[in-house]
């Protein structure tokens, strides 16, 4: 095991090594944020000196060889617009996103899941019938919809919810729900197809004759055999939620690292883009290592070595 984890740490390497370079290369793309940090009547000269300060007159690979030289401690520049360390920033939002992702996955396992269970087992009948056109509503209704339409009818008209903002439970709820209503119908809708090819297989039908209780069956037999698929697609969409979901963190003001993104894609503040991009790809790496490690505790029959 320990062999393995030191494998995939050090294939995960030249990823970041990859993901550093590329968005470095693809923010100064994006143009000269100096028109953007600077009033429109300000001076030639303190333009340059603007450029000069923060090393955007350098040639692009003299810029690219500070960076990774500062990327490679840590450091990733100072933010062109708070004029604060860019990673901290980042690490600033991120238990705002932690805790908004947490709270999205917590509510779509626990509605999800059993509604994809239920289905399978009930397959034809009015109450699959019903799943599934919900699960079909839930992937087709895009969460900037939902989320609008919540807050004008939770929030505006019935008063029951806040509008936005962090800091009481009331709060987290709207945009909770809002993202966990598309991640529902997704994981019902792998949990449904993989629990239909499980309860057709010969240990399923060997446990009903010996006379096992059938909610023991379908709940603890069947389910952990089908749930490999459903934790994949746990692992991915949870390391997209750590990411950041900068539409709805945008809509609902919840002050997380997909909002700091997107307001610094706006600014072309390029260190704290570098930053998010980087805690992002982290994220998203080291929540895959912890799904291949599940694996294992699933099924006995995967070993690493």
């Not at 603007?50 to 030289?69: H, I, K």
């Not at 009948?125 to 807050?151: E, H, K, Y």
């Not at 979901?245 to 600014?267: C, D, H, K, M, N």
Request: glycine letters at 8%; charged letters at 15%.
């Amino acid at each position: 095991m320990a062999s393995y984890l030191l494998r995939r740490l050090v294939l995960t390497l030249p990823v970041l090594a990859g993901i550093v370079v590329i968005t470095f290369l693809l923010t100064r793309l994006s143009g000269d944020p100096t028109d953007l940090m600077l009033p429109p009547n300000a001076t030639d000269e303190a333009r340059e000196a603007f450029r000069s300060v923060n090393g955007l007159d350098r040639p692009l690979w003299e810029q690219f060889v500070v960076f990774a030289g500062r990327a490679l401690m840590g450091d990733f520049g100072a933010s062109l617009r708070f004029q604060q360390p860019a990673m901290g920033l980042v690490v600033e939002r991120l238990p705002a996103t932690i805790e908004l992702a947490f709270a999205t996955m917590a509510l779509a396992l626990v509605v999800g899941i059993p509604a994809g269970v239920v289905s399978a087992y009930h397959r034809g009948s009015a109450t699959d019938t019903s799943i599934r056109t919900v699960m079909l509503l839930g992937q087709a209704v895009p969460s900037f919809f939902l989320g609008v339409l919540g807050i004008i009818v939770f929030a505006v008209w019935l008063r029951w919810l806040p509008t936005g903002g962090r800091g009481s439970l009331a709060q987290l709820v709207l945009p909770a729900t809002t993202l966990a209503f598309n991640l529902v119908a997704l994981i019902a809708r792998v949990t449904r197809s993989c629990m239909l090819d499980v309860l057709k297989q010969d240990y399923v039908r060997t446990a009903r004759a010996k006379g096992v209780w059938e909610a023991r069956v379908v709940w603890l037999h069947a389910l952990r055999n089908a749930f490999i698929p459903v934790l994949t697609v746990i692992g991915l969409q949870f390391g997209l939620l750590l990411g950041g979901v900068v539409v709805t963190e945008t809509i609902f003001s919840w002050p997380g690292v997909g909002r700091l993104a997107i307001q610094a894609i706006y600014a072309r503040d390029f260190p704290v883009v570098q930053a998010v991009v980087f805690v992002f790809a982290v994220a998203f790496v080291l929540v895959n290592l912890v799904v291949d490690l599940l694996y294992a505790a699933l099924d006995p029959r995967i070993s690493y070595k």
